[in-house]
Protein backbone atom coordinates (compact mmCIF):
# COMPACT_ATOMS: atom_id res chain seq x y z
CA UNK A 1 0.00 0.00 0.00
CA UNK A 2 1.07 3.89 -0.79
CA UNK A 3 -0.09 6.78 -0.13
CA UNK A 4 -1.73 8.99 -2.83
CA UNK A 5 -2.89 12.75 -3.04
CA UNK A 6 -5.09 13.84 -5.60
CA UNK A 7 -5.45 16.96 -7.15
CA UNK A 8 -6.58 19.73 -9.78
CA UNK A 9 -10.26 19.11 -9.59
CA UNK A 10 -12.94 21.95 -9.67
CA UNK A 11 -15.75 23.09 -11.90
CA UNK A 12 -15.48 23.64 -15.53
CA UNK A 13 -18.10 23.89 -18.10
CA UNK A 14 -18.97 21.18 -20.73
CA UNK A 15 -16.31 20.87 -23.34
CA UNK A 16 -14.13 22.69 -21.07
CA UNK A 17 -10.68 21.11 -19.40
CA UNK A 18 -9.13 19.69 -16.55
CA UNK A 19 -5.89 18.10 -15.33
CA UNK A 20 -5.90 15.63 -12.33
CA UNK A 21 -2.75 15.04 -11.10
CA UNK A 22 -2.02 12.05 -8.23
CA UNK A 23 0.94 11.73 -5.83
CA UNK A 24 2.35 8.47 -4.65
CA UNK A 25 5.13 8.04 -1.38
CA UNK A 26 7.57 5.25 -1.60
CA UNK A 27 9.84 3.90 -3.65
CA UNK A 28 7.76 1.39 -5.91
CA UNK A 29 5.64 3.69 -8.06
CA UNK A 30 7.14 3.06 -11.48
CA UNK A 31 6.81 -0.88 -10.39
CA UNK A 32 2.64 -0.98 -10.57
CA UNK A 33 0.17 0.22 -12.97
CA UNK A 34 -1.91 3.03 -11.84
CA UNK A 35 -5.35 3.83 -12.48
CA UNK A 36 -7.99 6.38 -12.38
CA UNK A 37 -12.02 6.03 -10.92
CA UNK A 38 -14.90 7.82 -10.81
CA UNK A 39 -17.83 7.72 -8.58
CA UNK A 40 -20.85 9.84 -9.05
CA UNK A 41 -23.60 10.20 -6.29
CA UNK A 42 -25.43 6.95 -6.02
CA UNK A 43 -23.82 4.99 -8.62
CA UNK A 44 -20.68 2.75 -8.80
CA UNK A 45 -17.45 3.31 -8.59
CA UNK A 46 -15.78 3.20 -12.48
CA UNK A 47 -12.80 2.74 -13.99
CA UNK A 48 -12.04 5.97 -16.07
CA UNK A 49 -8.32 4.78 -17.67
CA UNK A 50 -5.38 2.69 -16.30
CA UNK A 51 -1.77 2.67 -17.02
CA UNK A 52 0.71 -0.13 -16.82
CA UNK A 53 4.30 0.31 -15.29
CA UNK A 54 5.53 0.16 -19.44
CA UNK A 55 2.93 2.76 -20.31
CA UNK A 56 0.33 0.60 -21.68
CA UNK A 57 -2.98 2.53 -21.18
CA UNK A 58 -6.96 1.30 -21.09
CA UNK A 59 -9.83 3.40 -20.96
CA UNK A 60 -13.25 3.37 -20.06
CA UNK A 61 -15.52 3.25 -23.36
CA UNK A 62 -17.57 6.99 -21.99
CA UNK A 63 -13.82 8.45 -22.29
CA UNK A 64 -12.12 7.28 -25.04
CA UNK A 65 -10.95 10.14 -27.03
CA UNK A 66 -11.43 12.59 -24.78
CA UNK A 67 -8.91 11.92 -21.85
CA UNK A 68 -5.50 11.11 -21.47
CA UNK A 69 -3.58 8.71 -18.78
CA UNK A 70 0.22 9.24 -18.06
CA UNK A 71 2.63 8.95 -15.55
CA UNK A 72 5.96 10.51 -14.82
CA UNK A 73 8.01 8.02 -12.72
CA UNK A 74 10.54 10.25 -11.92
CA UNK A 75 8.15 12.51 -9.92
CA UNK A 76 6.04 9.47 -8.30
CA UNK A 77 3.04 11.02 -9.90
CA UNK A 78 0.14 9.89 -12.59
CA UNK A 79 -1.77 11.87 -14.44
CA UNK A 80 -5.59 12.64 -16.42
CA UNK A 81 -6.04 15.16 -19.17
CA UNK A 82 -9.62 15.59 -19.34
CA UNK A 83 -10.88 17.32 -22.20
CA UNK A 84 -14.26 18.02 -23.72
CA UNK A 85 -15.95 17.32 -20.77
CA UNK A 86 -19.34 16.64 -20.49
CA UNK A 87 -21.68 17.12 -17.42
CA UNK A 88 -21.57 13.19 -17.37
CA UNK A 89 -17.96 13.49 -16.09
CA UNK A 90 -19.24 14.77 -12.64
CA UNK A 91 -18.15 12.55 -10.10
CA UNK A 92 -15.35 12.05 -7.66
CA UNK A 93 -12.02 10.98 -9.24
CA UNK A 94 -10.29 8.39 -7.43
CA UNK A 95 -6.42 7.62 -7.84
CA UNK A 96 -5.55 3.81 -7.79
CA UNK A 97 -2.61 1.81 -7.33
CA UNK A 98 -2.62 -1.99 -7.84
CA UNK A 99 -0.31 -2.72 -4.75
CA UNK A 100 -1.03 -5.04 -2.14
CA UNK A 101 -3.23 -4.38 -0.66
CA UNK A 102 -4.78 -1.96 -3.39
CA UNK A 103 -3.93 1.41 -2.82
CA UNK A 104 -6.50 4.70 -3.20
CA UNK A 105 -6.23 8.50 -3.25
CA UNK A 106 -8.99 10.31 -0.85
CA UNK A 107 -10.79 11.67 -4.02
CA UNK A 108 -11.06 14.92 -5.90
CA UNK A 109 -13.86 16.46 -6.97
CA UNK A 110 -14.89 17.15 -10.68
CA UNK A 111 -17.80 19.09 -11.62
CA UNK A 112 -18.79 20.00 -15.55
CA UNK A 113 -21.54 22.22 -15.08
CA UNK A 114 -23.05 25.65 -17.19
Known amino acids: QVQLVESGGGLVQPGGSLRLSCTAS????????MGWYRQAPGKQRDLVAQ???????DYGDSVKGRFTISRDNAKNTLYLQMNSLKPEDTAVYYC????????WGQGTQVTVSS
Open 96 to 103: HARTTPLS
Open 26 to 33: GNIFRFVT
Open 51 to 57: ISSGGIT
